[in-house]
């Protein structure tokens, strides 16, 4: 139990610096394009999924430690409906968060735009940059194009997945957290206790006299 533990925490306990690796390497590149960005971004881009994998495959021996191997078969099934749903909302999640990323990004950019130069793109008030964003009238590039060369405004798309990013990271010190408290159950549902039961020959039926 203890070897796939340690190697669960392992695999949770270095997720979170891949994912501010990701982070690091887009702010690096945009700020000094490398090779070394590039590579530590590809390389925890391949670690996260390799975490993905790995726990995936380690699941069901984990869960053979922490229950029993008696109810294997049903305790590995219902775990899904936790990872199933999970698959659907992180996703959701990352989108969530770059959408909001994607409208503070506008916000900003909007005030370096004077509104003369808004209306006569747009037509229409900044106070209607909501609707705008929404009608997706207003984009970041178009922004970036009425925005005057001489400010030397930064393209915020690079980091738009940021905060998903941080997001991510902390959802994996959460697992990492609760793969510490883990711990097997008593010796009635071990898996001693589980294989005894699973091994044990049922008793003779006593003969009629």
Known sequence: FFARKYVQSAMWGASP??????VWS??????QPSVLPLAVFSGCTLGILSVFGGSTANRPAMIGDLFGLKSLGVITARQLSVVLPSAFLG???VAYYRDQSTVEAISDLSTKIDDETFHHAFG???DALPTLIDSKAVTIT????????????QDPTPFLYDKSMYIMAGCQIVALASNFAL??????TSPLGADADVDAK????ARAA
């Open 17 to 22: 610096l891949m994912y501010l690796g990701i």
């Open 142 to 153: 178009r922004l970036l194009d009425l925005i005057p060369k001489e400010l030397a405004v």
């Open 183 to 188: 711990r097997p159950m008593d010796n009635l």
């Open 124 to 126: 229409a008030t900044k």
């Open 202 to 205: 049922p008793a003779a039926p």
């Open 91 to 93: 996703p959701r999640i």
């Open 26 to 31: 887009i702010h690096r590149c945009v700020e």
